[in-house]
T-cell receptor, first 113, second 112 residues
Framework: NAGVTQTPKFQVLKTGQSMTLQCAQD?????MSWYRQDPGMGLRLIHY???????DQGEVPNGYNVSRSTTEDFPLRLLSAAPSQTSVYFC????????????FGQGTRLTVV | GDSVTQMEGPVTLSEEACLTI???????????LFWYVQYPGEGLQLLLK?????DKGSNKGFEATYRKETTSFHLEKGSVQVSDSAVYFC???????????FGPGTSLSVIP
């Protein structure tokens, strides 16, 4: 079972560059989310989606875009990378709301120089 | 808004010591509560969960009880092992929002 797959695992960007972090899940989950993890900050929600065609902002959405054209894929786009976006990014999916658990990808470590 | 508070780490324990990591939450309604664990270099994985008041979640020797009266979900283990060294996150899933709210995480190191 693949679960949640994130690519790439590591990335170095120059300030101002753009890129897309990929996330795919094969569990037919409706709910998908992107988090960033920073030392001492825990996980902060960037964007989330409750189904194909529906996205919403989390706590820290600025500088990021998402789209959800299919149930399986939920890419995260950095429009113009900044050093403040250096972080570890996690994608997660879950079957539905309330009591269902979230399944996480392995993470993408992004460094912006 | 909804939030989760965890005890600050890092926590260092000797093997076979008892572990308690405190977690309290603020939420409307009756959220579901979770503990996730993150081993070095990996993503988060579910450790245990509880979906209603007085439920006890348990897994791998860890336990946590959903206490609505004290809005708490403390993680406990009677005898920790070196392999338990990881970061532990308390989280809630609100009935109001379609998202999971995480605490800041507590780093645990267990030394032989």
């Amino acid at each position: 079972n693949a679960g949640v797959t994130q690519t790439p695992k590591f990335q170095v960007l120059k300030t101002g560059q753009s890129m897309t972090l990929q996330c795919a899940q094969d569990m037919n989950h409706e709910y998908m989310s992107w988090y960033r993890q920073d030392p001492g900050m825990g996980l902060r929600l960037i964007h989330y989606s409750v189904g194909a065609g529906i996205t919403d902002q989390g706590e820290v959405p600025n500088g990021y875009n998402v789209s959800r054209s299919t149930t399986e894929d939920f890419p995260l786009r950095l429009l113009s990378a900044a050093p403040s976006q250096t972080s570890v990014y996690f994608c997660a999916s879950s079957l539905g709301p309330t009591n269902t658990e979230a399944f996480f990808g392995q993470g993408t470590r992004l460094t912006v120089v | 808004g909804d939030s989760v508070t965890q005890m600050e780490g890092p926590v260092t324990l000797s093997e076979e010591a008892c572990l308690t990591i405190n977690c309290t939450y603020t939420a409307t309604g009756y959220p579901s509560l979770f503990w996730y664990v993150q081993y070095p270099g990996e993503g988060l994985q579910l450790l245990l969960k509880a979906t209603k008041a007085d439920d006890k979640g348990s897994n791998k020797g860890f336990e946590a009880t959903y206490r609505k009266e004290t809005t708490s979900f403390h993680l406990e283990k009677g005898s920790v092992q070196v392999s338990d060294s990881a970061v532990y996150f308390c989280a809630l899933r609100s009935t109001s929002y379609d998202k999971v709210i995480f605490g800041p995480g507590t780093s645990l190191s267990v030394i032989p």
